[in-house]
């Protein structure tokens, strides 16, 4: 009864604690701007189902698709095996499901061991080529020493979960050889019946590995649940709204393109009035909450992998732009602006903001607009749009463009083309000499 006490106090906390880091990260979303992402649920579903459920966008990378694969399916079916044990501790009870599910239960377990050995060998995979190879992806100045450390440490916190959820059924196991106590003949270990001999022949000793080991996974687990919000694995579970709340548009489409029509129509023809007068606001961002909020979704889901910054042409030419920098930078500037919500209210200024601070000009310049990095990415996280609209609050709101821009504009403005010759003259080479 007091395990089962201790466990159920336990289990509260961590949900309390991970709905409470929840419900502050939905805020700090939320800060950001109104838009409509509920068209086309249809389409939605199928692209949520094709990119965060199936992974499609992995493939283009073979062996890191496969041992993603091999800890994604062992995340959600091993989480089975963690209801049974929740139950477990909740009623008192050991391996409650054995008897509703009969002999089905046995190749259940069977499989958790399989995936279990699948996930180890995926996250030691994982390990080397961060730590051994140097996969150049996974560096760049955005990647300090908290990013770096923070995939090891789910990697690490996987294998020594996987250890453990082995170990418990080994000793759990071997318990049951020996007809001990309240350990029923239940399940199938086809890996871990080879641990068994490494542990204790002792019934007492066995006993306190499987229920240390019990312990260690369950406590390990709800600890991870609350790690999550804190670390880039948080898309684990921000991969699906991300996903299903995509852009649905073709990809480099102009988002003011209603608003740049009126004013070209109300140029041409002053007695013109728009169907809808948008009330006037900021063009383009400076800082985050000038941001929409499924940018800000965005920069939550980031995997940090590093596939966009790898394939960014700016990036490979020694530019200072990386993609993912920008994703990361946002999502910082996002908690900070929530933690000085939290702490001073929700009229407090910082007198910094995303652009300068954390995102600087030459970076914005540096982009090439090629969509590569919004391609590249596994979960449809869309860079570039941050940057356009940064961009567009530099030319518009503070009039500094780089120079060559300011030709160019220029150049539209009195000649109605990007060059310097009048539009009378643009067929002249086309004339014969």
């Given at each position: 009864m007091i395990a089962q006490i201790l466990f159920i106090i336990i289990l509260a906390t961590a949900i309390y604690l991970f709905s409470k880091n929840v419900g502050t990260i939905r805020r700090n979303i939320l800060l950001g701007k109104d838009t409509d992402r509920s068209d086309n649920p249809a389409l939605r579903w199928k692209t949520m189902a094709k990119i965060a459920l199936g992974q499609t966008k992995m493939v283009k990378r073979p062996l890191a698709a496969v041992m993603h694969f091999f800890i994604y399916v062992g995340f959600i079916i091993i989480n089975l095996e963690v209801m049974e044990i929740m139950l477990d501790g909740i009623f008192g009870s050991h391996r409650i499901f054995s008897k509703p599910l009969g002999s089905l239960y046995g190749l259940l377990i069977g499989g958790f061991e399989i995936l279990a050995v699948l996930v180890l060998v995926a996250c030691i995979t994982f390990l080397a080529r961060r730590n051994i190879a140097h996969l150049k992806r996974f560096s760049g100045v955005e990647m300090t020493e908290w990013p770096r450390s923070d995939a090891n440490y789910i990697l690490i916190i996987e294998i020594l979960l996987m250890t453990a959820f082995l170990t418990m059924n080994a000793a759990d196991?071997?318990?049951?050889l020996l007809n001990y106590g309240h350990y029923i003949k239940a399940g199938s270990f086809p890996i871990s019946r080879f641990i068994?001999?490494?542990?204790?022949?002792?019934?007492?000793?066995?006993?306190?590995?499987?229920?240390?080991?019990?312990?260690?996974?369950?406590?390990?687990?709800?600890?991870?649940?609350?790690?999550?919000?804190?670390?880039?694995?948080f898309h684990i579970l921000m991969a699906f709204p991300n996903t299903y709340y995509s852009n649905l548009n073709p990809k480099g489409k102009f988002t003011n393109m209603a608003s740049v029509t009126n004013e070209v129509k109300a140029m041409l023809d002053p007695s013109f009035v728009p169907e809808t007068i948008a009330e006037p606001g900021r063009f383009g961002v400076k800082d985050v909450t000038d941001l929409t909020w499924k940018n800000l979704?965005?920069?939550?889901?980031c995997t940090e992998c590093g596939r966009c910054t790898s394939v960014c042409p700016a990036n490979q030419t020694g530019k200072l732009l990386s993609p993912r920098k920008i994703m990361m930078d946002t999502r910082d500037r996002i908690t900070e602006v929530g933690k000085n919500i939290d702490k001073n209210g929700k009229d407090y200024q910082d007198d910094k903001s995303l652009l300068d601070n954390y995102i600087t000009r030459e970076e914005l310049w540096a982009c090439t607009t090629c969509n590569a990095c919004t391609e590249a990415c596994p979960v449809n996280i869309n860079p570039l749009e941050i940057i356009t609209e940064m961009r567009r609050y530099v030319v518009?709101?503070?009039?500094?463009?780089?120079?060559?821009?300011?030709?160019?504009?220029?150049?539209?403005?009195?000649?109605?083309?990007p060059w310097k010759y009048s539009a009378a003259d643009r067929l002249n080479w086309a004339q014969e000499k």
């Open positions: 196991h071997k318990l049951q068994g001999p490494l542990l204790p022949d002792s019934a007492s000793s066995l006993e306190i590995v499987e229920r240390v080991c019990w312990w260690f996974h369950i406590i390990g687990i709800l600890a991870f649940l609350n790690y999550l919000p804190y670390s880039k694995h979704l965005e920069a939550y889901t518009m709101e503070e009039s500094q463009a780089p120079a060559s821009l300011n030709n160019m504009f220029g150049n539209v403005e009195n000649n109605g083309a």
